[in-house]
């Protein structure tokens, strides 16, 4: 009698519900009632006007999709003029539009290791920075996060070798930000290049919204490097690497997700350009974020409540257990808020939370309620 190969899948369900693991997709409706601090839409910008009318007259002009690679024929006007509008808004020489940010980590990692390399890489990295690592073959030392010494002292360990340390610049869990300028120091002493993700900075951090690497004072240096996300505070959908011209150029000639990918629809690189020039035309949106972010933490913890600072629009509010936390949120969604849940093991400390995220189309009535509402339904303990 043959057996099922796909009998282990049904050990590993009952595994994840034993253990309160379990994922389920929960689609939204178009139009949904909730007040979200779920999302990453941190500027407002997903339905403006502005943006949805960009997209739509892209797809009506290229298509609704760019029927190929870039390389063949999915490379539009709108793809290049994105690149450079937005590496020149994030002072850098030159970018490089994907299909997502995570395929934007993926192939810059990759693209700038190989094996007998080393990466150095922040405890605390998002997922596809992990992956990354995996699967550039080069040796990966995980340092304590947030710790620039500690990526000083792992690189000065490996005198000579083709290094590359790669950080988040805001965390996507707690909302902490990375000691940009001192890890960029530490490469420079060691000749190493520096790859900052920066999907949760542009349209937050710097002037104008111009991102960490910004405000840090290292865009445009010859070995950094930074990648971004267009579905975040742009309002749209995919990724880009910025960088010096030949590392672009490389990445062109050498990063499989890009290689082998579809490009990136023309209605996203519409939506996302449009949502660039808004930002430029409209830099009060990024302070306006920064300003509800802080609003946000300053009434949880005036409720008692513990929630970590936070230095860009993520804010992250400790809960006592996995179970804790998941029931908070769906107390929340009842009451008409939309809020993110994580817990292990997704989170690397071990620890459950809410994760809140600011938006810059919050008005401060708003802003209260939200705090007002997550206070009423906390748990006990």
């Not at 934007?104 to 690592?133: F, K, M, Q, R």
């Not at 929340?332 to 459950?352: H, K, N």
């Amino acid at each position: 009698m043959n057996q099922d190969p796909f009998d282990w899948i049904d050990e590993e369900a009952r595994r994840r519900e034993r253990a309160g693991l379990v994922r389920a997709l929960r689609p939204r409706p178009a139009d949904a009632t909730l007040l979200d601090l779920a999302g990453n839409d941190y500027l407002g910008l997903t339905r403006h006007p502005a943006i949805t009318g960009a997209a739509a007259a892209a797809a009506r002009r290229w298509g609704a999709g760019s029927t190929g690679s870039r390389l063949v024929t999915g490379s539009t006007a709108l793809h290049a003029e994105l690149e450079g509008e937005l590496a020149a808004f994030c002072g850098f020489e030159a970018g490089l539009v994907l299909s997502s940010g995570y395929a934007a980590n993926l192939a810059a990692v990759t693209a700038l290791t190989a094996a007998g390399s080393l990466i150095v890489s922040d405890a605390s990295n998002h997922a596809s920075i992990v992956d990354g690592c995996r699967l550039s073959r080069a040796e990966t030392a995980i340092v304590p996060h947030a710790d620039a010494a500690a990526v000083r002292k792992t690189l000065g360990a490996h005198p000579g070798r083709r290094s590359l340390a790669v950080t988040d610049s805001v965390f996507s869990v707690d909302g902490d930000a990375a000691p940009l300028a001192a890890v960029a120091d530490a490469c420079r002493a060691h000749g190493a290049a520096l790859l900052v993700d920066d999907a949760h900075g542009l349209g937050v951090l710097g002037d104008g919204g111009r991102g960490a690497p910004h405000a840090a004072g290292i865009a445009g240096s010859a070995g950094v490097v930074a990648t971004v996300t267009l579905s975040k505070s742009l309002g749209s959908q995919g990724g880009a690497v910025l960088g010096p011209a030949r590392v672009i150029d490389h990445l062109v000639n050498t990063a499989r997700t890009f290689i082998f990918d579809t490009g990136l629809a023309p209605a996203a690189a519409g939506a996302a350009l449009a949502g660039l020039r808004l930002l430029g035309a409209e830099p009060e949106r990024a302070r306006r974020v920064r300003v509800v972010a802080v609003r946000l933490h300053r009434g949880l913890t005036a409720r008692g409540l513990t929630a970590v600072r936070p230095d860009a629009a993520v804010i992250s509010v400790r809960a006592p257990s996995a179970d804790a936390a998941v029931g908070w949120a769906a107390d929340c969604r009842a009451a008409g808020l939309g809020v993110g849940c994580f817990r292990p093991p997704s989170v690397p400390d071990g620890v459950s939370r809410l994760r809140l995220t600011a938006r810059a189309d919050l008005t401060d009535e708003q802003i209260d309620w939200a705090v007002t509402t997550i206070a009423r339904t906390a748990p006990a303990g």
